[in-house]
Nanobody
Framework: QVQLVESGGGSVQTGGSLRLSCAVS????????MGWFSQAPGKEREFVAT????????YYANSVKGRFTISRDNAKNTVFLQMNSLKPDDTAEYYC????????????????WGQGTQVTVSS
């Protein structure tokens, strides 16, 4: 059974930081490219960041470049999203995603998803 379980969301003030985690089971983690997406109420799911299977390549949405960092620990089957300098516009449900194919910024290309973790940034 494939499971992606996110944690680490919460409420912070503008300028604050959060670290999201996503633990993966049921798949060979080192075969997976991993991604993070966000979805605000009434909006479509949007690409945030992605990392390839080895961690050697990362790619970010322009809106988070320089503020967010994606990383992974293949020994712990976990991917992380360090979120710094948070803004109210970052408020959303954040989802972890996995694929055995090359990563994409299109949510429709990702077959495996977590249940989401809420991030709320107040001004």
């Amino acid at each position: 059974q494939v499971q992606l379980v996110e944690s680490g969301g919460g409420s912070v003030q503008t300028g604050g930081s959060l670290r999201l985690s996503c633990a993966v089971s049921g798949l060979t983690f080192s075969d997976l490219d991993m991604g993070w997406f966000s979805q605000a109420p009434g909006k479509e799911r949007e690409f945030v960041a992605t990392i390839n299977w080895s961690g050697s390549s990362t790619y970010y949405a322009n809106s988070v470049k320089g503020r967010f960092t994606i990383s992974r620990d293949n020994a712990k089957n976990t991917v992380f999203l360090q979120m710094n300098s948070l803004k109210p516009d970052d408020t959303a449900e954040y989802y972890c995603a996995a694929t055995t194919r090359s990563y994409s910024d299109s949510a429709s290309k990702w077959p495996y998803w977590g249940q989401g973790t809420q991030v709320t940034v107040s001004s």
